[in-house]
């Protein structure tokens, strides 16, 4: 291609509101405005959500297009998520884009935002490899679980998920319960770096082949806590590392059960993660270690990639732009959407 494909990514499905420029499948820039408000709620207000989205979003789009050093003239489309998230979020992002593809008359690409966590592995960057197609996708976040077959750029097939609660949610909730604050998922990977994973057993939930289940999980690990503190009412300050470690252990060996069986039924052995867990160093510890067990190739991200972030919603829109699926400017947000939709 002569002509570079600059595209400009806009992801607000959550608290974070982000910007990116790509050059074709490169990152010139990515931007990210966290809300520090949520931390003392314990968890994300939707409405100060929305209302720091309509804060942040001119001038981290202005610093996006500053650092990747390109005038918005020079634009060929602009991509944004329109779902899954919180409607007064996705709202902010989807009309900033409409209006700003209107008034430099490109096209607007809308992506699905599961997508895009699976999508980021395309991120052209010299350190990781790219996943053939077609590749298994364990997507792993606060608010999903699945475990994800992609054919190709817009191929997907849900194979298993969770059928109650997401993984994220099962790592922030349980360190609730140990009173760390929001969110707790990369505290307890902090700690359980200094614990025993073995110190204590929490069973695993029994559902299908491919399938997740983690309130069961949520429930033991209260109850077990509260059992302990009444023998002991300092027994999460003086076990807190054991906890974490053990905590950490088990859903780690969910997850890693579960590829175990998708890799079985499927003969599928080019496995990938995505998604805000996906972060989480055991689980890529785990996952690292399955190449030398079982002769899977595996496919991590970049972390500034795991977290919800525009660049992803950027790479998806340059496949979106070169296969010329562009969107209505009367496409809606939606707040629930399914990685095949």
């Not at 520090?36 to 804060?55: I, W």
């Not at 076990?239 to 039924?265: G, P, R, Y």
Request: charged share 20%; glycine share 6%.
């Amino acid at each position: 291609m002569d002509n570079p494909i600059y595209i400009l990514g806009i992801e607000s499905s959550c608290d974070d509101t982000s910007a990116s420029v790509l050059k074709n499948n490169e990152v010139l820039s990515n931007v990210t405005a966290n809300q520090e408000v949520h931390s003392k709620y314990g968890g994300v207000v939707p409405e100060l959500a929305s209302r720091a989205h309509q804060q942040n979003i001119v001038p981290v789009v202005q610093q996006a297009l500053v650092q990747a050093n390109i005038k918005k003239e020079q634009l060929s489309a602009i991509a944004f998520t329109k779902g899954p998230g919180l409607m007064g979020s996705l709202l902010v992002g989807t009309s900033f884009a409409k209006s700003l593809a209107m008034g430099l008359e490109i096209p607007l690409l809308d992506v699905n935002h599961m997508q895009a966590h699976i999508l980021a592995h395309f991120i052209k960057n010299d350190s990781s490899k790219i996943p053939p197609f077609p590749f298994i996708c364990l997507t792993i976040s606060g608010g999903h679980t699945q475990i994800v077959k992609v054919s190709n750029y817009f191929d997907f097939e849900i194979l298993g998920e969770t059928i109650d609660d997401a993984v994220g949610e099962a790592f922030d909730k349980s360190a609730k319960i140990l009173g760390l604050p929001y969110p707790g998922g990369p505290l307890i990977d902090k700690y359980a770096q200094k614990g025993n994973p073995k110190a204590y057993k929490f069973s695993k939930p029994k559902v299908g082949d491919l399938d997740f289940s983690f309130s069961g999980l949520k429930t033991g690990i209260l109850y077990f806590i509260q059992r302990e503190q009444k023998k002991n009412p300092n027994f999460i300050k003086e076990n807190l590392f054991d906890i974490c470690a053990s905590i950490q252990h088990t859903i780690s060996e969910i997850l890693m059960d579960k590829l175990k069986n998708t890799v079985k039924q499927t003969q599928i052995k080019h496995i990938a993660i995505a998604g805000g867990v996906s972060a989480n160093s055991e689980i890529r510890k785990r996952l690292q270690l399955a190449e030398k067990h079982f002769g899977w190739t595996t496919y991590i991200p970049k972390f500034e990639y795991t977290t919800d972030n525009a660049a992803m919603i950027a790479i998806t829109g340059y496949y979106k732009y070169i296969n010329k699926h562009y969107s209505n400017v009367s496409v809606t947000a939606k707040a629930r959407l399914k990685v095949t939709e």
